[in-house]
């Protein structure tokens, strides 16, 4: 499973930092990262990481997003500055990972962060 925190209320130009534990034994994680439905909209991506490393971003976000995995937490960061109105939604966590005792990936969702963003 994986555990979502960090979302909240904060003025157009300020910060916020996500996190998401994966919960339970991993054998391996190949990609943890970060989606977002805004209000009334499909959910989208927003930022990556691979292998603890490699990164991908939304054009949106570049620039002003960082993603970040901290391996021996099994944990993913996303440290969101310059904030936006539009970037309001609810956040999700993801994670492509092989569980412990197991053979093949698996796709796992966190419950969704709430971010707004207000001008």
């Known amino acids: 499973q994986l555990q979502a925190s960090g979302g909240g209320l904060v003025q157009a130009g300020g910060s916020l930092t996500l996190s998401c534990a994966v919960s339970?034994?991993?054998?391996?994680?190949?990609?943890m990262g970060w989606y977002r439905q805004p209000p009334g909209k499909q959910r989208e991506l927003v930022a990556t990481i691979s292998n603890g490393e490699r990164t991908n971003y939304a054009g949106s976000v570049k620039g002003r997003f960082t993603i970040s995995g901290d391996n021996a937490k099994n944990t993913v960061y996303l440290q969101m500055n310059s904030l936006k109105p539009e970037d309001t939604a609810v956040y999700y966590c993801y994670a492509n990972l092989i569980p412990a005792r197991s053979t093949y990936y698996v796709n796992y969702w966190g419950q969704g962060t709430l971010v707004t963003v207000f001008s």
């Open positions: 339970g034994s991993v054998d391996r994680i190949n990609v």
